[in-house]
């Protein structure tokens, strides 16, 4: 007994096959695209935050202080919790 494949059920698979492959591509290349994206805002977020706490914004020397510190001479520690944004 000889089973005949029908034309059409291999051309079904094949289309199957075909959007199951394309499906999966497009959501990894969402998936990418977003995942990219989302760096690129965090990065330009950190950069801007950078720039910001480095403005010199005209601090004077304190007036309690009379003699300048010399950081290589004198120990100074100093403890950095976040940006100020006041």
Known sequence: ???KIH???KRKWTKRKTRTVLFISFSLICLLA?????GVIIYKKAETVLVESYKDEGRKK???RKEEVHPLKDS????F???DES
């Open 1 to 3: 007994m000889v089973l």
């Open 81 to 83: 919790i976040g940006v």
């Open 62 to 64: 304190s007036v309690l």
């Open 7 to 9: 034309p059409n059920k």
């Open 76 to 79: 100074i520690s100093i403890l």
């Open 34 to 38: 977003g995942t990219a994206a989302y």
